[in-house]
């Protein structure tokens, strides 16, 4: 049932300015990541996959300089679980994620860092060429930003339609 596992090391020489840009103090970015996916049949062509991601940043920001805070250092750690319905009737599939990464998790591509994020995703494919994807996503930040009133809440949401020629 494993369709993914997979440990990385991401290395960003000279990228972290701690202190915050100016702050003279500049050293290597690094984090650690592991992903899981496993993926079991339920009925007929419905399959459910699990997957999972834990990843974590020794070296991290002072939470001033990235203004979550007034001393210490941000938070490294950064997760992620996903469930997901393949093919609950053919060529269309549901998902579920639930994220939190940490306000020093400088890595994410998708995610905002310092926020708690749950997200439900749609896809049908109609056929080899056509796709239509949707996706609503909340986030909220884990921490107050200092120069902000209230935290930050966002929902969003996109609807994609795909032609491959």
């Given at each position: 049932?494993?369709?993914q596992?997979?440990?990385?090391?991401?290395?960003?020489?000279?990228?972290?300015?701690?202190?915050?840009?100016?702050?003279?103090?500049?050293?290597?970015?690094?984090?650690?990541?592991?992903?899981?996916?496993?993926?079991?049949?339920?009925?007929?062509?419905?399959?459910?996959?699990?997957?999972?991601e834990?990843?974590?940043?020794?070296?991290?920001?002072?939470?001033?300089a990235?203004?979550?805070?007034?001393?210490?250092?941000?938070?490294?750690?950064?997760?992620?679980?996903?469930?997901?319905?393949?093919?609950?009737?053919?060529?269309?599939?549901?998902?579920?994620?639930?994220?939190?990464?940490?306000?020093?998790?400088?890595?994410?591509?998708?995610?905002?860092?310092?926020?708690?994020?749950?997200?439900?995703?749609?896809?049908?494919?109609?056929?080899?060429?056509?796709?239509?994807?949707?996706?609503?996503?909340?986030?909220?930040?884990?921490?107050?930003?200092?120069?902000?009133?209230?935290?930050?809440?966002?929902?969003?949401?996109?609807?994609?339609?795909?032609?491959?020629?």
């Open positions: 049932p494993i369709v596992r997979m440990v990385d090391i991401n290395w960003l020489p000279s990228a972290l300015h701690s202190g915050g840009i100016g702050s003279g103090i500049v050293t290597d970015y690094w984090a650690m990541v592991g992903r899981f996916a496993a993926q079991w049949p339920v009925t007929g062509s419905m399959n459910f996959m699990l997957g999972g834990l990843g974590y940043a020794p070296n991290v920001p002072k939470r001033s990235i203004k979550t805070g007034a001393s210490d250092n941000a938070d490294g750690l950064a997760a992620q679980v996903s469930f997901n319905f393949i093919d609950i009737v053919p060529k269309h599939s549901l998902g579920f994620a639930l994220a939190r990464i940490g306000d020093g998790w400088l890595l994410t591509p998708s995610f905002n860092d310092n926020a708690y994020v749950a997200e439900v995703r749609y896809k049908w494919v109609i056929d080899k060429n056509h796709t239509v994807e949707a996706r609503m996503r909340y986030s909220e930040d884990i921490r107050q930003r200092t120069n902000s009133s209230q935290k930050r809440q966002d929902l969003d949401y996109f609807l994609r339609y795909t032609y491959r020629f």
